[in-house]
């Protein structure tokens, strides 16, 4: 995900540092893709912020259901009971979309923060997206708030906390398995914590191979599909049409599987212009803002198609797309034809 131009550059720098330091500030607003760091940093400022005996006392949390401003303002005020902090969450409500009254008082209250109280904001489902024209909000929480995005690690990043992650389980992993296993899953420590559990608990050995990855590991829409157009540039036609009914069975809408072709065929196309320039995958990843190893894996795709492909297989998604939201034709069976149609063109160089 790229900065948003709310972004400070230093916010998470200083997030660290008030943890590490035990000197938290009054106001901070959470949101972000890798949602695993978000939990992490949150829960290690309660722990710096309150013990347990006095939990209950001075932790106070809200979310959509439960969340007035009265009783934010009352949470705020209260002073610590047997502590020297008290600590305020407040979880997927955007004080942006307040009626003006209720505007009005969030502005008070995030202007005079007692120096005892943290407030957070968390943003996870719901998208933290200020809206600027509301001057005098964006401005106390411009001037009075550390906001922080907790954007997906680099690959680099993730290849080394999964490797750490693994050996924590008794298990060593190579980096291209790393890599592996992080384009199928999405790439967050959230949907990777839970897939290096399973596939230390399932492997029998001390080394992981790819064959334990894909035994408990459910891949992500996107890498389905890259299996399923890599197939197609293998000349394996029936195994590219048994990928798409495995989305299929994953829950997968028709829809959102035609987009997801498309986008991986621009990437391939993208990627065939490049080769024919001269280019390589660092060039594909500056463009289209793919890590390193989907791009190398897009690169390699993209010798397996011609570029007169590329542009059939364009035309025939924009044909496909056209039907799926125009005519009465069953969307699967719709799928089905663009994969034939598709594998026909494929074996047509």
Not at 83 to 104: H, I, L, M, S
Not at 278 to 301: F, H, I, S, V
Request: charge should be negative; proline fraction near 3%; charged fraction near 30%.
């Amino acid at each position: 995900m790229a900065k948003q131009q709310y972004q400070k550059p230093d916010e998470f720098a200083r997030l660290k540092a008030a943890i590490k330091n035990g000197e938290l500030e009054r106001l901070y607003f959470f949101h972000g893709e890798e949602v695993f760091l978000l939990h992490h940093y949150l829960n290690q400022m309660e722990r710096k912020s309150i013990d347990e005996l006095t939990w209950d006392f001075n932790f106070h949390r809200f979310n959509q259901e439960n969340f007035s401003i009265q009783t934010f303002s009352d949470a705020v005020e209260a002073l610590p009971m047997m502590a020297q902090r008290t600590f305020v969450e407040v979880d997927e409500v955007d004080p942006f979309k307040f009626a003006e009254a209720d505007r009005d008082k969030m502005i008070s209250i995030l202007e005079d923060i007692p120096d005892y109280c943290t407030v957070v904001f968390t943003f996870e489902t719901v998208e933290f997206k200020p809206d600027k024209r509301q001057k005098k909000l964006w401005e106390v929480i411009d001037k009075k708030a550390n906001i922080v995005e907790f954007a997906k690690q680099s690959q680099r990043e993730l290849i080394s906390w999964v490797t750490r992650h693994f050996s924590a389980l008794g298990k060593r992993i190579s980096s291209d398995l790393c890599a592996y296993l992080i384009d199928i899953t999405g790439g967050t420590m959230t949907a990777l914590q839970g897939e290096i559990s399973k596939i230390a608990a399932y492997s029998g050995t001390d080394e992981i191979c790819r064959a334990d990855i894909d035994a408990v590991t459910e891949p992500v829409m996107d890498a389905v599909v890259f299996q399923m157009t890599d197939l197609l540039g293998s000349g394996e036609y029936g195994a590219a049409l048994l990928k798409l009914h495995q989305l299929l069975k994953m829950q997968q809408e028709p829809i959102p599987i035609l987009g997801a072709i498309g986008s991986h065929f621009r990437r391939i196309s993208t990627a065939r212009t490049l080769m024919d320039c001269g280019k390589n995958a660092d060039e594909l990843m500056r463009l289209t803002g793919l890590k390193d190893y989907p791009a190398r894996k897009t690169m390699a795709a993209a010798h397996k198609f011609s570029t007169r492909f590329c542009v059939a297989a364009s035309s025939l998604i924009l044909e496909t797309d056209y039907k799926m939201k125009t005519s009465f034709d069953d969307p699967v069976r719709l799928l089905e034809l663009l994969i034939l149609e598709l594998a026909q063109e494929a074996k047509n160089g």
